[in-house]
């Protein structure tokens, strides 16, 4: 896994993936409510993080919401080292979906709108997978 890349094998991209995550994947907000996080430990013992951004089709036309994935997707890159460090064996679902913002609050995206809360989310993450290491005691 390279440090600052973002190859397929780290996107989510079966269905099966994707409705495990949504069914049994634990749900946290920023505090700024901007964002939201959908995270669950997957079938398969590679030890890598697979994420993928999701954007409600009310939330704007497709060139607002695919310019809204790419900056999400570019926050996540830019730091998925918070994760990377805790994450071993077990693969880590992750869905970071935007949760007030659309396109009439923000008709202009920029990547400084979701860093900080995407820097937020993965410290969240890691305190509670962290708790829950502690929890088991493993």
């Not at 397929?8 to 069914?23: D, F, T």
């Not at 994420?51 to 790419?70: D, E, L, S, T």
Request: glycine share 4%; aromatic share 6%; net charge positive.
């Amino acid at each position: 896994m390279k440090r600052f890349g973002l190859s397929k094998y780290e996107r989510i991209k079966k269905k099966n993936e994707i409705s495990r995550l949504i069914n049994s994947g634990k749900r946290i907000h920023t505090n700024s409510r901007n964002l939201k996080a959908i995270f669950c430990f997957g079938e398969d013992n590679s030890g890598t993080i697979k994420i993928v951004p999701a954007v409600h089709k009310k939330a704007g036309n497709a060139v607002w919401r695919n310019r809204a994935k790419r900056l999400v997707r570019e926050s996540y890159r830019l730091n998925k080292n918070i994760l990377a460090d805790i994450i071993e064996e077990k693969t880590l679902l992750l869905m970071i979906s935007l949760n007030s913002i659309n396109k009439r609050k923000h008709p202009q995206l920029v990547l400084s709108d979701f860093q900080n809360d995407v820097i937020e989310l993965l410290n969240k993450i890691k305190d509670h997978i962290l708790k829950e290491k502690d929890k088991t005691g493993n």
